[in-house]
């Protein structure tokens, strides 16, 4: 209050001017402070909000199914078995109908396995480095302990109560890929029959008109050499 001086117009001009430039250079630095500590809020929000959308993903991979073979199978075996010598100690790998689905299966678990340890807890991350050294020996993995671990995480991350202890929960297993080779056949089988009717038809109209048109040349020469 001393530097005020308002004693004459020169002076308290001076005065108010440099009270001014000292208000808006707080409101200045206080604009950029609140800015820059959006801007970082945002960034973790985007990070958290990744997170957390990515392990649901994994975890309806890892434990969409509660009915059924509950495990993983590497679909590799053979391999393996080549590399060991055929040895006994390897499950041996069941290569039937299901086959196909198996693998999709085990593809599908490892993409979520990958997401896992790039963005899972540090829990998270040694169970599903455990289930891929798993899958890289061969054996058949399941995937209930991780499916827990990420169930009881997203759920404290997305402030949700614990599900009730009293609760006996079956144990979970990866989601079944639904099939879709007999729709997609079906589609093809129509297709082809569609064009193969198509092609049919522009081959009759094209035989029916080459073959009415001899005829007539034909008749033509007839009546011309009866008129000689």
């Given at each position: 209050m001393r530097s005020m001086d308002f004693s004459s117009l020169h002076s308290a001009l001076v005065t108010i001017i440099g009270l001014t430039?000292?208000?808006?250079?707080g409101v200045g630095v206080r604009l950029v402070m609140m800015l820059t500590i959006q801007q970082r809020r945002e960034r973790l929000n985007r990070q958290i909000n990744e997170r957390i959308r990515t392990l649901i993903a994994?975890?309806?991979t890892l434990g969409g199914s509660f009915t059924g073979d509950l495990s993983v199978s590497p679909l590799h075996l053979k391999d393996i078995k080549q590399r060991n010598g055929n040895s006994e100690d390897v499950a041996p790998l069941e290569l039937s109908g299901s086959s196909e689905r198996a693998r999709r299966i085990r593809d599908a678990v490892e993409s979520a396995l990958s997401d896992i340890i790039l963005l899972g807890t540090e829990e998270h991350v040694r169970l599903a480095v455990k289930a891929a050294s798993e899958l890289a020996q061969g054996r058949n993995v399941h995937t209930h302990d991780l499916v827990v671990a990420l169930r009881d995480f997203i759920r404290k991350a997305l402030d949700i109560e614990r599900i009730p202890s009293d609760l006996k929960l079956p144990?979970?297993?990866p989601s079944r890929p639904s099939g879709s080779g007999g729709r997609e056949k079906g589609e093809g089988g129509k297709d082809?029959?569609?064009k193969g009717g198509g092609e049919g038809g522009m081959g009759g109209g094209m035989g029916g008109?080459?073959?009415g048109g001899m005829a007539?040349?034909?008749e033509s020469g007839a009546e011309a050499s009866h008129h000689m």
């Open positions: 430039l000292l208000t808006l250079l994994a975890y309806k144990r979970q297993g082809g029959g569609g008109n080459m073959s007539s040349d034909q």
